[in-house]
């Protein structure tokens, strides 16, 4: 099993709608949660960053994180042509020289 | 503004060449890393630094080589031992702190001529 799932995509979605991006993990001691979005041919750009299980919200994004599933999301409301990219979760345990674990990122597409 | 510049853009490699992706913070992080992003591997870490004068290997070194000389600069040197280069390569970088997100560059597309 791989330490961090996340499909692919394509995910195609109509403007205004609410999206839902997800990742699965396997590794309980993760603690830090974090969502970075790319736009194609740039370097991703954080959106969200939690710890621990819970609820963030910042804007039209919403982050969640259920530990005890080793599952977490991420909600954009009220979507637009601007959220298309590629949407990369990505999480580690919290020590001072442990790595960051990205999935391999979701392609969403905000059809106008 | 603060953030990460790596240049150039864009880098084309011949055959047995080694060549140099450059990489320069002024956040004044103490740990910068080097990514390596093909189409459906998602990011694969080259290598990193905690501190200046000091770099560990990633999971996919062979065939690479950095320094860190200085704070602020943590150049990628792509050798000709690299037989699959090809790729776009992302340098990221971290405060200290508890547990600080990492912050990426604009990458370094490279491909052979």
Not at chain 1, 5 to 10: A, T
Not at chain 1, 32 to 52: A, D, H, I, N, V
């Amino acid at each position: 099993q791989k330490e961090v799932e996340q499909d692919p995509g394509p995910l195609s979605v109509p403007e205004g709608a609410i999206v839902s991006l997800n990742c699965t993990y396997s590794n309980s001691a993760f603690q830090y949660f974090m969502w970075y979005r790319q736009y194609s041919r740039k370097g991703p750009e954080l959106l969200m960053y939690t710890y621990s299980s819970g609820n963030k919200e910042d804007g039209r994004f919403t982050a969640q994180v259920d530990k005890s599933s080793k599952y977490i999301s991420l909600f954009i409301r009220d979507s637009q042509p601007s959220d298309s990219a590629t949407y990369l979760c990505a999480m580690n345990e919290g020590n001072r020289d442990d790595k960051i674990i990205f999935g391999k990122g979701t392609r969403l597409h905000i059809l106008p | 503004d603060g953030g990460i510049t790596q240049s150039p853009k864009y880098l084309f490699r011949k055959e047995g060449q080694n060549v140099t992706l450059s990489c320069e913070q002024n956040l004044n992080h103490d740990a910068m890393y080097w990514y390596r992003q093909d189409p459906g591997q998602g990011l694969r870490l080259i290598y990193y630094s905690q501190i200046v004068n000091d770099f560990q290997k990633g999971d996919i070194a062979e065939g690479y080589s950095v320094s860190r000389e200085k704070k602020e600069s943590f150049p990628l040197t792509v050798t000709s031992a690299q037989k699959n280069p090809t790729a776009f390569y992302l340098c990221a970088s971290r405060g200290q702190g508890i547990n600080q997100p990492q912050h990426f560059g604009d990458g370094t597309r490279l491909s052979i001529l």
